[in-house]
Nanobody, 121 residues
Framework: VQLQASGGGFVQAGGSLSVSCVAS????????MAWHRQAPGKQLELVASVGRDLVPVYADSVKGRFTISRDRAKNTVSLQMDSLKPEDTAVYYC????????????????WGQGTQVTVSS
């Protein structure tokens, strides 16, 4: 299983960016997909996640500004980031809890490569 992230970039405060991630490979299904971020000198932080029920969950710091969406048929998850702030600057990582074909009751966590989001003040 591979997670391939894309998007991100550089924007001024108040602007918008988006990041996307697609899961490929052979697997039974995906339980939850999420976006995490890690700013320099800080711990990894869960930004948003969405389960099989497509109900999103957000960190308080991004509520009302970020929107996570998932396409279960295409195994993709995207994060639309609006009203960006300098404190949103971080490397963003997608994450998926994948149920393997040979052990669908024992899911594994997979991570995509990080993508940089930089917000200038």
């Amino acid at each position: 299983v591979q997670l391939q992230a894309s998007g991100g970039g550089f924007v001024q405060a108040g602007g918008s960016l988006s990041v996307s991630c697609v899961a490929s490979g052979t697997f039974y299904s995906i339980n939850r997909m999420a976006w995490h971020r890690q700013a320099p000198g800080k711990q990894l932080e869960l930004v948003a996640s969405v389960g099989r029920d497509l109900v999103p969950v957000y960190a308080d710091s991004v509520k009302g500004r970020f929107t996570i969406s998932r396409d279960r048929a295409k195994n993709t998850v995207s994060l639309q980031m609006d009203s960006l702030k300098p404190e949103d600057t971080a490397v963003y990582y997608c994450n998926a809890e994948v149920r393997p074909m040979d052990a669908p009751l024992n899911p594994y966590n997979f991570w995509g490569q990080g993508t940089q989001v930089t917000v200038s003040s």
